[in-house]
């Protein structure tokens, strides 16, 4: 089984180079982020052709997450417990976006869903954007609100496979940072509070992509010539509990889909997984009949 998360910078500009990455590499779920539409304007028949159905949690062009998956997803949720907001109400979403903790509107960026015995979570972790910005200290306490449920969580059931899987916006160690503009103790994404806040969600959940996948960055900037330079980050990651960690046999990160014509600017992380590893069973409910070639 095969399982991934990818930030596609817009569904509907990369719908059909999604869909036949999904088909080419075999992927049964997954986890987007930034999709930057509302489910009403999701590109679902493309997906639903490919044999994949799907979960949208999306409220406008900016944001947004979603699954596709060839087995069948339950118990979807669109937020975590005391996940806390930011900004101003969005209007005409009053009653729809929902309210933090805080009292500040919900973003669209959790959704977990269960997929046989696995609880999944596309998260697309707020940006920080600067460290004298409002929006880092809403980073780090939306990361704490995330950790908490994520310890409790496993403490009702220590044996759930969770995986949390995203766009983190944190690159957590020296050696995932590669873009020059990104200055430790000077910017987001490589700050001592980002790093330590990451560090944090140990043991309760680990990176299982890096033990099988070390090297390589998931995220390039459009500017400057990044990709060429390979000035990338990494900064998107599966981190799942010791049951779902047991149960991976491979990993990796899909650089090819950085190059070629139209490419977001993240890379899909993937993991495999061996469902007899989790003690239970996987059907396939769909037919996924190949679309492209």
Same mark, same amino acid.
């Given at each position: 089984m095969r399982i991934a998360t990818w930030n596609v910078n817009s569904? *509907?500009? *990369?719908?059909? *180079?999604?869909?036949?990455?999904?088909?080419?590499?075999?992927?049964?779920v997954l986890a987007m982020q930034e999709i930057k539409c509302r489910p009403d304007q999701f590109p679902v028949d493309a997906f639903e052709r490919a044999g994949y159905q799907l979960e949208i949690h999306g409220l406008n062009q900016w944001n947004g997450v979603a699954f596709a998956s060839?087995?069948?997803?339950?118990?979807?949720?669109? +937020?975590? =417990?005391?996940?806390?907001?930011?900004?101003?109400?969005i209007k005409g979403q009053e009653g729809v976006?929902?309210?933090?903790?805080?009292?500040?509107?919900?973003?669209? *960026?959790?959704?977990?869903?269960?997929v046989g015995d696995l609880r999944l979570w596309s998260l697309y972790?707020?940006?920080?954007? +600067?460290?004298d910005d409002p929006h880092l200290a809403y980073k780090l306490d939306w990361l704490a609100a995330l950790r908490e449920n994520a310890e409790g969580w496993l403490t009702a059931d220590p044996d759930l496979p969770l995986a949390l899987m995203g766009d983190w916006n944190i690159a957590p160690l020296p050696g995932d940072m590669?873009?020059?503009?990104?200055?430790?103790?000077? +910017?987001?994404?490589?700050s001592p509070d980002e790093r330590s806040m990451f560090a944090s969600f140990a043991p309760t959940v680990e990176d299982v992509v890096r033990p099988l996948a070390p090297e390589g960055y998931?995220?390039?900037?459009?500017? =400057?010539?990044?990709?060429?330079?390979?000035?990338?980050m990494r900064i998107d990651f599966i981190l799942g509990s010791p049951a779902f960690a047991g149960a991976v046999t491979g990993a990796a990160i899909d650089r090819e889909e950085r190059k070629g014509d139209g490419p977001s600017d993240h890379v899909p992380v993937i993991c495999d997984?061996?469902? +007899?590893l989790l003690g239970g069973t996987f059907e396939d409910d769909f037919d996924v009949p190949m679309i492209f070639g």
């Open positions: 569904i *509907r500009t *990369r719908a059909p *180079r999604v869909v036949d990455w999904l088909v080419r590499e075999d992927i049964d060839r087995h069948e997803m339950t118990d979807a949720a669109t +937020s975590f =417990a005391e996940m806390p907001g930011f900004g101003n109400p976006q929902g309210v933090g903790p805080n009292g500040l509107p919900l973003e669209a *960026r959790a959704l977990g869903v269960t972790v707020p940006n920080g954007r +600067s460290l590669g873009d020059p503009s990104f200055v430790e103790g000077l +910017s987001t994404h490589v998931t995220f390039w900037d459009y500017k =400057a010539g990044r990709f060429q330079k390979n000035q990338g997984i061996d469902p +007899s």
